[in-house]
Protein backbone atom coordinates (compact mmCIF):
# COMPACT_ATOMS: atom_id res chain seq x y z
CA UNK A 1 0.00 0.00 0.00
CA UNK A 2 1.16 3.55 -0.87
CA UNK A 3 0.71 6.86 0.65
CA UNK A 4 -2.02 9.24 -1.11
CA UNK A 5 -0.81 12.25 -3.37
CA UNK A 6 -1.75 15.43 -2.34
CA UNK A 7 -3.34 17.42 -4.95
CA UNK A 8 -0.74 20.53 -4.55
CA UNK A 9 1.56 17.75 -5.70
CA UNK A 10 -0.54 16.44 -8.70
CA UNK A 11 -0.36 20.49 -9.25
CA UNK A 12 3.39 21.11 -9.46
CA UNK A 13 3.43 18.14 -11.69
CA UNK A 14 0.88 19.99 -13.93
CA UNK A 15 2.82 23.16 -13.74
CA UNK A 16 6.15 21.80 -14.48
CA UNK A 17 4.68 19.78 -17.58
CA UNK A 18 3.14 22.88 -18.35
CA UNK A 19 5.95 24.81 -18.42
CA UNK A 20 8.69 22.90 -19.99
CA UNK A 21 6.25 22.96 -22.89
CA UNK A 22 5.65 27.01 -22.86
CA UNK A 23 9.58 27.58 -23.02
CA UNK A 24 10.04 24.95 -25.59
CA UNK A 25 7.44 26.80 -27.56
CA UNK A 26 9.47 30.31 -26.67
CA UNK A 27 12.57 29.03 -27.51
CA UNK A 28 10.35 27.69 -31.37
CA UNK A 29 9.24 31.43 -31.51
CA UNK A 30 12.62 33.11 -31.05
CA UNK A 31 14.27 30.68 -33.93
CA UNK A 32 11.26 31.46 -35.87
CA UNK A 33 12.24 35.48 -34.90
CA UNK A 34 15.74 34.81 -35.82
CA UNK A 35 15.35 32.59 -38.93
CA UNK A 36 11.91 33.29 -40.71
CA UNK A 37 12.74 30.72 -43.19
CA UNK A 38 12.59 27.58 -40.99
CA UNK A 39 8.63 28.97 -40.20
CA UNK A 40 7.79 28.24 -43.35
CA UNK A 41 9.39 25.12 -43.74
CA UNK A 42 7.93 23.68 -40.15
CA UNK A 43 4.47 24.82 -41.66
CA UNK A 44 5.41 22.90 -45.27
CA UNK A 45 6.58 19.67 -43.21
CA UNK A 46 3.29 19.94 -41.14
CA UNK A 47 1.11 20.11 -44.18
CA UNK A 48 2.22 17.70 -45.81
CA UNK A 49 -1.19 15.70 -45.99
CA UNK A 50 -2.81 18.71 -47.61
CA UNK A 51 0.00 18.60 -50.50
CA UNK A 52 -0.04 15.20 -50.65
CA UNK A 53 -4.02 15.95 -51.68
CA UNK A 54 -3.22 18.67 -53.71
CA UNK A 55 -0.51 17.34 -55.49
CA UNK A 56 -2.91 14.49 -56.51
CA UNK A 57 -5.97 16.68 -57.67
CA UNK A 58 -3.56 18.79 -59.94
CA UNK A 59 -1.79 16.22 -61.54
CA UNK A 60 -3.85 13.42 -62.40
CA UNK A 61 -2.21 11.65 -64.88
CA UNK A 62 0.68 10.78 -62.02
CA UNK A 63 0.34 7.70 -59.73
CA UNK A 64 -0.38 7.87 -55.76
CA UNK A 65 3.18 6.28 -55.46
CA UNK A 66 4.71 8.74 -57.63
CA UNK A 67 3.08 11.44 -56.14
CA UNK A 68 4.20 10.14 -52.72
CA UNK A 69 7.69 9.62 -53.55
CA UNK A 70 8.16 13.10 -54.90
CA UNK A 71 6.48 14.45 -51.65
CA UNK A 72 8.50 12.59 -49.84
CA UNK A 73 11.70 13.54 -51.41
CA UNK A 74 10.88 16.99 -51.21
CA UNK A 75 10.36 16.81 -47.16
CA UNK A 76 13.37 15.38 -47.03
CA UNK A 77 14.95 18.49 -48.84
CA UNK A 78 13.32 20.57 -46.72
CA UNK A 79 14.29 18.64 -43.04
CA UNK A 80 17.85 19.14 -44.83
CA UNK A 81 17.69 22.91 -45.63
CA UNK A 82 16.40 23.51 -41.74
CA UNK A 83 19.31 21.12 -40.24
CA UNK A 84 21.51 23.41 -42.38
CA UNK A 85 20.19 26.78 -41.06
CA UNK A 86 20.35 25.48 -37.71
CA UNK A 87 23.73 24.47 -38.09
CA UNK A 88 24.77 27.85 -39.66
CA UNK A 89 23.00 29.83 -36.68
CA UNK A 90 24.62 26.88 -34.43
CA UNK A 91 21.07 26.13 -32.32
CA UNK A 92 20.97 22.51 -31.04
CA UNK A 93 18.32 20.12 -33.54
CA UNK A 94 16.40 19.80 -30.62
CA UNK A 95 15.50 23.07 -29.55
CA UNK A 96 11.92 23.04 -29.77
CA UNK A 97 11.99 19.60 -27.51
CA UNK A 98 10.86 20.55 -23.65
CA UNK A 99 13.45 20.12 -21.48
CA UNK A 100 11.54 18.28 -18.35
CA UNK A 101 12.93 18.06 -15.04
CA UNK A 102 12.73 14.86 -14.70
CA UNK A 103 13.88 12.72 -17.98
CA UNK A 104 12.33 9.13 -17.12
CA UNK A 105 8.71 10.30 -16.93
CA UNK A 106 8.65 13.94 -18.28
CA UNK A 107 7.22 15.61 -15.48
CA UNK A 108 4.42 13.38 -15.57
CA UNK A 109 5.37 11.51 -12.38
CA UNK A 110 4.80 7.65 -13.74
CA UNK A 111 7.09 5.33 -15.65
CA UNK A 112 4.77 2.40 -16.95
CA UNK A 113 2.00 2.88 -14.64
CA UNK A 114 4.29 2.39 -11.07
CA UNK A 115 5.39 6.12 -9.47
CA UNK A 116 8.91 7.47 -10.61
CA UNK A 117 11.58 8.05 -8.49
CA UNK A 118 11.26 11.91 -8.91
CA UNK A 119 7.62 11.68 -7.27
CA UNK A 120 8.63 9.07 -4.36
CA UNK A 121 11.22 11.70 -3.82
CA UNK A 122 9.09 14.54 -3.82
CA UNK A 123 6.89 12.66 -1.15
CA UNK A 124 9.66 12.16 1.09
CA UNK A 125 10.79 15.66 0.84
CA UNK A 126 7.21 16.65 1.39
CA UNK A 127 6.95 14.94 4.55
CA UNK A 128 10.21 15.95 5.93
CA UNK A 129 9.68 19.77 4.89
CA UNK A 130 9.58 21.22 8.60
CA UNK A 131 12.57 19.69 9.21
CA UNK A 132 14.75 21.35 6.49
CA UNK A 133 16.73 18.52 5.57
CA UNK A 134 16.70 20.36 1.59
CA UNK A 135 18.32 23.26 3.18
CA UNK A 136 20.37 21.09 5.10
CA UNK A 137 21.99 19.84 2.29
CA UNK A 138 22.59 23.21 0.59
CA UNK A 139 24.76 24.16 2.82
CA UNK A 140 25.98 20.72 3.51
CA UNK A 141 27.96 19.36 0.60
CA UNK A 142 31.20 18.38 -1.39
CA UNK A 143 31.33 22.08 -3.10
CA UNK A 144 31.51 23.47 0.31
CA UNK A 145 33.20 21.23 2.06
CA UNK A 146 36.28 22.51 3.92
CA UNK A 147 39.43 20.19 4.72
CA UNK A 148 40.98 22.97 6.23
CA UNK A 149 38.72 22.88 9.49
CA UNK A 150 40.23 19.88 10.42
CA UNK A 151 43.54 19.79 12.71
CA UNK A 152 46.93 18.68 11.54
CA UNK A 153 47.98 17.44 14.70
CA UNK A 154 48.14 13.92 15.98
CA UNK A 155 46.33 12.83 18.84
CA UNK A 156 47.43 10.42 21.68
CA UNK A 157 46.59 6.97 20.49
CA UNK A 158 45.79 7.92 16.76
CA UNK A 159 47.81 7.37 13.63
CA UNK A 160 47.38 10.48 11.61
CA UNK A 161 45.56 13.81 12.35
CA UNK A 162 41.92 14.02 11.96
CA UNK A 163 42.79 16.00 8.94
CA UNK A 164 44.71 13.57 7.41
CA UNK A 165 42.15 10.91 8.32
CA UNK A 166 38.81 13.46 6.73
CA UNK A 167 41.12 13.54 3.53
CA UNK A 168 40.88 9.92 2.97
CA UNK A 169 37.34 9.41 4.26
CA UNK A 170 36.01 12.20 2.02
CA UNK A 171 37.65 10.59 -0.97
CA UNK A 172 35.76 7.53 0.19
CA UNK A 173 32.74 9.10 0.71
CA UNK A 174 32.91 10.75 -2.99
CA UNK A 175 33.73 7.66 -4.38
CA UNK A 176 30.71 6.18 -2.14
CA UNK A 177 28.50 8.82 -4.14
CA UNK A 178 29.93 8.69 -7.51
CA UNK A 179 29.11 4.86 -8.02
CA UNK A 180 26.08 4.78 -6.72
CA UNK A 181 24.47 1.97 -6.48
CA UNK A 182 27.48 0.21 -7.60
CA UNK A 183 29.38 1.75 -4.84
CA UNK A 184 31.81 -0.60 -2.83
CA UNK A 185 31.55 -0.76 0.36
CA UNK A 186 27.74 -0.57 -0.53
CA UNK A 187 27.19 0.09 3.13
CA UNK A 188 28.82 2.27 5.88
CA UNK A 189 29.25 3.00 9.49
CA UNK A 190 31.14 6.70 10.05
CA UNK A 191 31.46 6.54 14.11
CA UNK A 192 33.24 8.89 16.18
CA UNK A 193 33.13 11.77 18.71
CA UNK A 194 30.32 14.43 17.77
CA UNK A 195 31.15 16.71 15.63
CA UNK A 196 34.07 15.32 13.79
CA UNK A 197 32.11 15.45 10.40
CA UNK A 198 29.95 12.34 10.48
CA UNK A 199 26.65 14.14 9.26
CA UNK A 200 28.13 16.47 7.57
CA UNK A 201 29.91 13.55 5.16
CA UNK A 202 26.67 11.72 5.05
CA UNK A 203 24.87 15.49 3.76
CA UNK A 204 27.89 15.67 1.51
CA UNK A 205 26.56 11.92 -0.14
CA UNK A 206 22.96 12.18 0.29
CA UNK A 207 22.86 15.85 -1.72
CA UNK A 208 25.47 13.97 -4.42
CA UNK A 209 23.06 10.91 -4.72
CA UNK A 210 19.93 13.01 -4.88
CA UNK A 211 21.11 15.18 -7.56
CA UNK A 212 22.09 11.99 -9.81
CA UNK A 213 18.43 11.36 -9.49
CA UNK A 214 18.15 8.87 -6.71
CA UNK A 215 16.16 8.63 -3.85
CA UNK A 216 17.47 9.00 -0.62
CA UNK A 217 15.43 8.64 2.82
CA UNK A 218 17.24 10.77 5.36
CA UNK A 219 16.29 9.69 9.38
CA UNK A 220 17.92 10.01 12.64
CA UNK A 221 17.64 6.52 14.32
CA UNK A 222 14.85 8.39 16.63
CA UNK A 223 12.55 9.38 14.17
CA UNK A 224 13.02 5.80 12.65
CA UNK A 225 11.98 4.49 15.50
CA UNK A 226 9.17 6.52 16.69
CA UNK A 227 7.65 6.02 12.80
CA UNK A 228 7.75 2.49 13.66
CA UNK A 229 5.83 2.78 16.70
CA UNK A 230 3.56 4.87 15.15
CA UNK A 231 2.69 2.80 12.23
CA UNK A 232 1.85 0.12 14.85
CA UNK A 233 -0.07 1.96 16.87
CA UNK A 234 -1.87 4.39 14.84
CA UNK A 235 -1.87 6.82 18.08
CA UNK A 236 -1.34 10.18 15.86
CA UNK A 237 -4.22 10.92 12.82
CA UNK A 238 -1.95 13.51 11.46
CA UNK A 239 1.58 11.28 11.74
CA UNK A 240 -0.06 7.86 9.67
CA UNK A 241 0.85 8.75 6.39
CA UNK A 242 4.11 10.23 7.26
CA UNK A 243 4.74 6.99 9.08
CA UNK A 244 3.46 4.63 6.41
CA UNK A 245 5.70 6.74 4.13
CA UNK A 246 8.70 5.72 6.42
CA UNK A 247 7.61 1.91 6.66
CA UNK A 248 7.34 1.86 2.72
CA UNK A 249 10.52 3.05 1.96
CA UNK A 250 12.65 1.34 4.88
CA UNK A 251 12.98 -1.16 2.34
CA UNK A 252 12.76 0.23 -1.18
CA UNK A 253 14.24 3.66 -1.12
CA UNK A 254 17.93 3.71 -3.10
CA UNK A 255 19.82 5.41 -0.09
CA UNK A 256 18.84 4.99 3.48
CA UNK A 257 20.68 7.08 5.80
CA UNK A 258 20.31 6.99 9.77
CA UNK A 259 21.95 9.37 11.55
CA UNK A 260 22.59 9.12 15.30
CA UNK A 261 22.17 5.60 15.86
CA UNK A 262 22.41 5.47 19.30
CA UNK A 263 20.77 8.15 20.64
CA UNK A 264 17.12 6.52 20.12
CA UNK A 265 14.93 5.02 23.23
CA UNK A 266 15.91 1.27 23.12
CA UNK A 267 14.15 -1.43 24.41
CA UNK A 268 13.58 -4.81 22.89
CA UNK A 269 10.68 -3.29 20.35
CA UNK A 270 13.02 -0.34 18.86
CA UNK A 271 15.74 -3.32 19.42
CA UNK A 272 13.77 -5.48 17.21
CA UNK A 273 12.80 -2.47 14.33
CA UNK A 274 16.08 -1.46 13.82
CA UNK A 275 16.86 -4.67 13.28
CA UNK A 276 14.40 -5.69 10.66
CA UNK A 277 15.49 -2.07 9.14
CA UNK A 278 19.14 -2.95 8.50
CA UNK A 279 18.47 -6.47 7.86
CA UNK A 280 15.59 -5.95 5.13
CA UNK A 281 18.03 -3.40 3.20
CA UNK A 282 20.38 -6.30 2.91
CA UNK A 283 18.45 -8.64 2.17
CA UNK A 284 17.46 -6.56 -0.88
CA UNK A 285 21.01 -5.54 -1.37
CA UNK A 286 20.41 -1.80 -0.91
CA UNK A 287 22.83 0.57 0.60
CA UNK A 288 22.43 2.08 3.94
CA UNK A 289 24.80 4.63 5.27
CA UNK A 290 24.58 5.12 8.91
CA UNK A 291 26.43 7.60 11.37
CA UNK A 292 26.99 7.47 15.63
CA UNK A 293 29.02 8.40 18.62
CA UNK A 294 29.17 4.84 19.72
CA UNK A 295 33.04 3.10 18.82
CA UNK A 296 32.30 -0.33 17.26
CA UNK A 297 32.55 -1.94 21.23
CA UNK A 298 29.82 0.01 22.47
CA UNK A 299 27.52 -1.21 19.47
CA UNK A 300 28.29 -4.48 20.18
CA UNK A 301 27.29 -4.31 23.39
CA UNK A 302 24.18 -2.25 23.12
CA UNK A 303 22.76 -4.00 20.69
CA UNK A 304 21.91 -7.69 19.79
CA UNK A 305 24.54 -9.81 18.34
CA UNK A 306 22.41 -10.86 15.40
CA UNK A 307 22.14 -6.76 14.58
CA UNK A 308 26.02 -5.87 15.24
CA UNK A 309 27.29 -9.16 12.99
CA UNK A 310 25.07 -7.93 10.14
CA UNK A 311 27.22 -4.60 10.66
CA UNK A 312 30.09 -6.91 10.90
CA UNK A 313 29.01 -8.75 7.62
CA UNK A 314 28.39 -5.92 5.68
CA UNK A 315 29.20 -2.77 6.23
CA UNK A 316 32.44 -1.17 6.05
CA UNK A 317 33.58 0.85 9.79
CA UNK A 318 34.80 4.51 8.96
CA UNK A 319 36.20 6.27 11.99
CA UNK A 320 35.78 10.10 12.46
CA UNK A 321 37.99 11.89 15.12
CA UNK A 322 39.76 14.68 16.52
CA UNK A 323 38.21 17.73 18.73
CA UNK A 324 34.42 18.37 18.43
CA UNK A 325 34.27 21.54 15.40
CA UNK A 326 31.00 22.18 16.65
CA UNK A 327 32.40 24.10 19.99
CA UNK A 328 35.56 25.31 18.24
CA UNK A 329 33.93 27.56 15.29
CA UNK A 330 31.14 28.49 17.90
ZN1 LIG B 1 10.17 11.39 -12.77
Not at 139 to 161: A, D, P, Y
Not at 229 to 257: G, T
Amino acid sequence: MSIPIQPKIWHEYDEKRRQAESDAAFRRMEVYQKIPRIREIDQALEQTGISAVRAYLQSPEKSKEELLLELKKNNQKLRNEKKELLLEAQIPENYADPVYQCPYCKDTGFVDGKRCRCLVQRLIDDAYEASGIREELMRNNFQTFNIGLFSRNVLEGQKVSPRKNMANVSKMAYAFAEQFPNNEPHSMIFYGGPGTGKTFLCDCIAKMILDRGFTVLYLTANQLCSAMEEYRFHRNAEMQDKAQLIHDQISEVDLLIIDDLGSEYLNQVTAADLFECFNQRILKNKATLVSTNLEPERLRSLYMDRLYSRFKGYYQFVPFFGPDLRTINR
